[in-house]
């Protein structure tokens, strides 16, 4: 059996994806194009309701290129609308992510023969004990672990926590398996996940155990696993929200000389505090720039990204100079802009003070500049610098501050040296 798998969205998502995929390859099936796939998954997204438009065009993009296949639709748009899909044509099937896995094997097993779960092929890896891995040539050479799901969060332009559901951790010592199979394995980043990863808590212990605390037993339990001329892996924080941001998770942050990459992604969507309040944040830019002075004086060689969603209803041009000139002040590595976009189902989409197009257009070319400008400036005073970088392709590799940079070309995909960061990325 042929399979494709299209992926929509988030990192989480991602993550998702290539375990769908692993299952798939473990079965004995075997990844092709879309055009020519058996079995199609696309793995759909609602952040925005211009996601949404991407996700309903993408699921007709694959019907239209393949007259044959089965299309299972997951994810969180199709959540939301399943009857949207299904719609479409007969052979789409909606499917809830938690259910997916067992139709990706009852299709496998109807069609291919599965895979030996011993060694490592060159397409997916195994564990000593068969614990199925996602690395080999099939995947990303920085391995995302999801570890938490859903929002107990309610922001006024986001359908997210609808579709996710509650806020949900995965269990602490599960977690810490995992990533030291990868380890062993010889993965050299692995990056937590989650879709409010700062909300992570582990309560089968007497004592609820967090996001530090997981990372805290993560750099224990995988330390040993290092060749003589190489340093252990290292940890990634995909996103967190700047409410989660404590103690324990900076004391990390600053103690772990690098097994915890000195990057943050720490969402901002506004900054102004009027904006920020309509939105439902739970901050104001002060505690906002506060947080980012207090992290980069524990943190000098911080490196902080940022979202940032411009013409927000009601968004006014002081609004919107207080988010620039914050944007400024947190010397943002770099900013992903997003042009407010009404989201069915939300309240921000019922206001009647929506921004108009051309405006919201005209100030998200006004930040990306600025971002663009921020992101040399950041780059500029690391030039020279050394951080441990992975190669993630022959002659690229990703550095600890998150900048793709060209490093040596007889390096091995999956090293982590440590290099000086070359004028030109």
């Known amino acids: 059996m042929r399979f494709a798998i299209v992926n929509l969205g988030c990192k989480v998502n991602r993550v998702e994806s290539d375990s769908f995929a692993a299952l798939l390859l473990n079965s004995g099936a075997e990844e092709s194009s879309v055009e020519h796939a058996d079995a199609v998954v696309v793995n759909t997204c609602a952040v925005t309701g211009e996601a949404e438009k991407k996700t309903r065009k993408a699921v007709r993009g694959v019907l239209r290129e393949n007259a044959f296949a089965t299309v299972f639709v997951t994810g969180c748009s199709a959540a939301l609308r399943p009857q949207v899909f299904t719609e479409m044509s007969e052979r789409v099937r909606v499917v809830p992510k938690a259910d997916l896995p067992g139709e990706i094997k009852r299709l496998a097993a109807s069609s291919t023969e599965p895979k030996s779960c011993s060694g490592q092929d060159g397409t997916i890896g195994f564990a000593d004990d068969g614990t199925l891995l996602r690395i080999g040539q099939s995947f990303p050479t920085r391995v995302g672990v999801k570890v938490q799901d859903g929002c107990n969060n309610a922001c006024t332009y986001c359908i997210v926590h609808v ?48 996001l530090a605390h997981l990372l805290s037993e993560l750099l224990e339990s995988t330390c040993r696993y290092a060749s003589s001329d190489e340093p252990p892996c290292r940890f990634r924080i995909s996103s967190v929200e700047p409410k989660d941001v404590d103690e324990g998770l900076i004391e990390i942050l600053a103690a772990s000389e690098g097994r915890v990459c000195r990057h943050l992604h720490l969402p901002l969507q506004s900054g102004s505090s009027n904006v920020l309040r309509e939105m439902a944040r739970p901050y104001d830019a002060d505690y906002y720039t506060d947080l980012v002075s207090m992290l ?14 411009v013409a927000f209803p009601g968004e006014t041009d002081e609004d919107f100079n207080a988010t620039l000139s914050v944007a400024k002040e947190c010397a943002f590595s770099k900013i992903h802009v997003f042009p407010y976009s009404k989201r069915e189902g939300t309240p921000a989409a019922e206001r009647v003070d929506q921004v108009p197009g051309t405006q919201a257009a005209a100030r998200a070319k006004q930040l990306r500049h600025l971002a663009k400008q921020l992101r040399a400036a950041d780059y500029r005073a690391r030039t020279g610098s050394c951080e441990r970088v992975l190669v993630e392709q022959y002659g690229r590799g990703m550095t600890e501050s998150y900048y793709e940079i060209t490093v040596p070309s007889n390096l091995p995909v999956g090293s982590l040296p440590l290099l000086p960061l070359p004028a030109n990325t």
């Open 163 to 210: 579709a996710r559901g509650p806020a949900v951790s995965m269990p602490f010592e599960r977690i810490v398996d995992e990533c030291v199979h990868y380890a062993r394995a010889g993965v050299k980043e692995i990056v937590l996940t989650g879709i409010n990863l700062g909300s992570y808590c582990d309560n089968s212990e007497r004592k609820p155990r967090t």
């Open 296 to 309: 980069r004086k524990r943190v000098p060689q911080l490196s902080l990204s940022t979202d940032i969603i």
